[in-house]
């Protein structure tokens, strides 16, 4: 039987994770946001008190993922997002999240994940891959956006400065930096609104299958 798997990279608040979820709607797959996986194992660091930069603790709480972390309010917080992002450059930490991702990946049917890595690392053998971007102001309007509406309110400046960090740890770490792959499609969505990101993105998987 044919599997259908779609992988979904990019850097934050590129739109991946809308686009995923609609592409998955789509085709009628499970989809699965990794980026929640590294959001809980570096809330779970901050809610112990500890520092996502000690690998000892990062790949403790990874090992022992609390997944009701995955429905905490504070999952999408500013603080955790600099959290996921400190946790995700130790190797352990990637290692304790990677046969989760990969069975998700080879269930039976297909499934869309979402993340960083996983065309290049969790589902190098995907059927269709999608690298999705944005501007570094645009991707920062729409996270400053995206936390207003849950009451956390931050300047533009200081949302770009947090997004232009996140992108550099995350692209310039040693262990499964953020990469387009090199079969991936280039999606970018500065100029398309939701609805135009996600008909481009059916149609360039429509191109792979
Ligand atoms: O996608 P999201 O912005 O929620 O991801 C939070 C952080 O988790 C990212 O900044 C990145 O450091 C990490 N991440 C990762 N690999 C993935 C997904 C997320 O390293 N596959």
Redesign the pocket.
């Known amino acids: 039987s044919f599997n259908l798997v779609i992988a979904v990279?990019g850097p934050?608040?590129s739109g991946?994770?809308t686009i995923a979820k609609a592409v998955a709607r789509h085709y009628g797959l499970p989809h699965m946001?990794?980026?929640?996986?590294?959001?809980a194992v570096g809330l779970a660091v901050l809610r112990r008190g500890g520092q996502p930069g000690d690998a000892a603790t990062a790949e403790a709480a990874a090992r022992a993922l609390d997944l009701s972390l995955l429905e905490d309010r504070a999952l999408r917080d500013a603080a955790t997002?600099e959290a996921?992002?400190g946790v995700?450059v130790h190797p352990g930490v990637?290692q304790a999240l990677f046969d989760l991702?990969r069975a998700f990946a080879a269930q039976p049917g297909g499934a869309v994940l979402?993340?960083?890595?996983?065309g290049t690392i969790?589902a190098p053998d995907a059927t269709a891959k999608l690298f999705v971007t944005a501007s570094p102001e645009v991707r920062a309007a729409r996270r400053q956006a995206e936390l207003a509406s849950r009451g956390e309110v931050r300047s533009f400046d200081e949302v770009l400065a947090d997004v232009r960090k996140?992108d550099a740890?995350?692209a310039g770490r040693d262990a499964?930096p953020?990469v387009q792959a090199g079969d991936a499609a280039l999606l970018d969505t500065s100029d398309l609104a939701i609805d135009a990101a996600v008909q481009r993105a059916v149609a360039l998987v429509e191109n792979r299958i």
């Open positions: 990279d934050a608040a991946k994770g946001d990794t980026g929640a996986l590294y959001r997002s996921a992002s995700a990637r991702q979402d993340g960083r890595d996983i969790i996140r740890r995350d499964a953020l």
